[in-house]
């Protein structure tokens, strides 16, 4: 079993950046693929980025179009802990964030069915 607590969620004004924080417990992440998902009000839960396990998948991302050249994920395995870096938010990215782990592949999965294991989840609210 994997435990997934994300943090660093908050408010912020269109423009600013906020950084994401997903620790995890129980096993180490070096193993998994990562991604990070979110859900805003009245709407499913979407993809936003993934990054693969490092040895033997690579250590490749995906981003949706969405927040391509804007949101930044990594990994540091070493403290056990997921990032992502958001910058040049907007009000339309305003959710919940939700990091999950899934098994290593080598192609990022970007549908939910992909993961196994989930946080509770961050808010992010960006003001116009």
């Known amino acids: 079993q994997v435990q997934l607590v994300e943090s660093g969620g908050g408010l912020v004004q269109a423009g600013g950046s906020l950084r994401l924080s997903c620790a995890a417990s129980?096993?180490?992440?070096?193993?998994?693929?990562m991604g990070w998902f979110r859900q805003a009000p009245g709407k499913e839960r979407e993809f936003v980025a993934g990054i693969a396990e490092i040895g033997w998948s690579g250590g490749g991302t995906s981003y949706d179009d969405s927040v391509k050249a804007r949101f930044t994920i990594s990994r540091d395995d070493a403290k056990n802990t997921v990032y992502l870096q958001m910058d040049g938010l907007q009000p339309e990215d305003t959710a919940v964030y939700y990091c999950?782990?899934?098994?290593?592949?080598?192609?990022?999965?970007?549908?939910?069915?992909?993961?196994?294991?989930w946080g509770q989840g961050t808010q992010v609210t960006v003001s116009s």
């Open positions: 999950a782990a899934g098994p290593n592949r080598t192609v990022v999965a970007t549908t939910l069915w992909g993961y196994d294991y």
């Open positions: 129980g096993r180490t992440l070096s193993h998994y693929n």
